[in-house]
């Protein structure tokens, strides 16, 4: 009998943290006139309408994070940057498409760390002229790398038909059903990956 009160105790306890995934949203440019805020922003709204996780906008230019080992730098932001990551069971990557890859600050700013990434999943919001499909595959393998496991559903932006100007978002109503069903996967996979990191810890 105290093994199966154990077991649906434990069981309960899971559902219960589950319940309570945390994904981070992070914005991957640093840039100035960005619009990735944006798209970040609604991004979040989307998501906190589903009640299946605490979305979090993690802003990369918040945390001071000079090129990782160059000498004589601040790089203080490096322990936030840690804990705010490790918090984390899952990500949206709101990717920008410069020169056919993703920006500098990003590429920077996921060589930081490397066990904060390990064993969980991700999602990709890109955006560009060919929607940002190029970064994003550059963005893949990095994950790979990482122990990231990047979901198949990518929600493709285009900077001219899902912005004014290049500069003010105005998405179009599909796409909305797009990042629904990239959350669709992003959530189970993250729930998977949360026993994966946790199977050992009791």
Known sequence: MGFFNKFFSSKKEE????????????????????????????VKEIADQRGDANYTVIDIADYKLPLLGEPGQDASGAQGWSEIIAKQDGFVFIVQEYNHSITGALKNALDYLRVEWNNKAAGIVSYGSVGGARAAEHLRGIMGELLIADVRVHP???????????????????????????????????????????????
């Open 156 to 202: 493709a932006l285009s900077l001219f038909t899902d912005f004014e100007n290049g500069t003010e978002f105005k998405p179009k109503e599909v796409q909305i059903d797009s990042v629904n069903q990239m959350l669709d996967q992003l959530i189970p996979w993250s729930k998977a990956l949360y026993t994966i990191r946790y199977a050992f810890t009791d």
């Open 15 to 42: 559902e219960q943290t589950m319940a309570e995934l945390n994904i981070g949203i992070i914005i991957g440019s640093t840039r100035e006139g960005r619009v990735s805020p944006q798209v970040a922003q609604w």
